[in-house]
């Protein structure tokens, strides 16, 4: 199993898993052309890609939903309230959407997906763990790690996790107050010393390779992060990185034990 991370922030998210014949996106926040650029240097194309599974409605995570999968048969997954949000922004994926139970498995392919919910400010928001020939999660647009999250990505040996800001960076920064206050809640983003505390417990759970994710562009910095969550991590055996804001990031994950390439 492999995961190449094409972007990440409040700019646009979206990655890849790819496991021997099976290649499934999470998250199209940015343009098609910039999917298909990204795969292109994956080995793949937009052809090759068996689903997309969708976090949530915001547009940082659907932008490019549509014009990927215009007159492709790629099927798009998402929970209830999620798709119907989107439906109503975008109806012209209604062919392609597939409604997911939160909590069951299902299947594209030979890979084994199961949705978890996040503490974010929509309706319904969703991780994900993604089992094949590996285990890889992923969750980020969160306020806080709930009992739900950290049982679902226990263990799991690739996790990207969000860490959006650092707090003094953004109590002292230029947001207005209603914002900063949304993003320091429960169910806005997890902040640098949040993800650090779940770093931890996921390093202990047997997790080998952590991604900080969604970092702010405005209130945080990719070595305040590393440096912060590295210091819970400090003596664990676990592999640390910054996702690319946009850009190009490819772990490797094999056997459910991951390793960089």
């Known amino acids: 199993m492999r995961v190449c991370i094409f972007a990440s922030g409040s700019t646009g998210n979206c990655l890849l898993v790819a496991d021997r014949n099976t290649n499934i996106l999470i998250d199209a926040g940015i343009s098609a052309r910039r999917v298909i650029s990204a795969l292109t240097r994956a ?8 689903g997309v599974l969708v976090t949530h409605e915001h547009s940082d995570h659907v932008r490019g939903l549509p014009q990927l999968v215009k007159k492709r048969s790629i099927p798009v997954y998402a929970p209830r309230t999620v798709a119907a949000r989107m439906l109503g922004a975008m109806p012209s994926i209604e062919d392609n959407l597939n409604i997911i139970p939160v909590g069951e498995r299902f ?3 030979g890979l084994s997906i199961s949705a978890f919910h ?3 400010d929509t309706d319904e928001s969703v991780g994900y763990v993604v089992e094949g020939s ?3 999660g992923i969750a980020t647009d969160t306020g806080c ?4 999250i950290a049982s679902a990505l226990a263990g799991v ?3 990207v996790i969000e860490s959006n800001h650092d707090v003094q960076m ?3 920064g230029s947001y207005p107050y209603y914002l900063k206050k949304r993003i320091l809640s429960g169910r806005g983003h997890l902040s640098n010393e949040d993800c650090a505390r779940f770093a931890y417990s996921l390093a202990l759970s ?3 390779q952590i991604v900080l994710g969604h970092l702010s562009r405005e209130n945080n910095r990719p070595d305040i992060a590393l440096a912060t969550v590295g210091a819970a991590l400090e003596g664990l055996s676990v592999s640390l990185y910054s996702a690319p804001e946009l850009g190009f990031l490819e772990l490797e994950v094999r056997s459910g034990v991951a390793c960089s390439v």
């Open 134 to 136: 590996g285990s890889f």
């Open 170 to 172: 953004l109590k002292d």
């Open 118 to 120: 996040t503490m974010h």
């Open 157 to 159: 040996g690739t996790v």
């Open 107 to 109: 299947n594209i392919g």
């Open 43 to 50: 080995g793949l194309t937009a052809d090759d890609i068996g």
């Open 206 to 208: 047997g997790t080998e």
């Open 145 to 148: 790690i709930s009992e739900e």
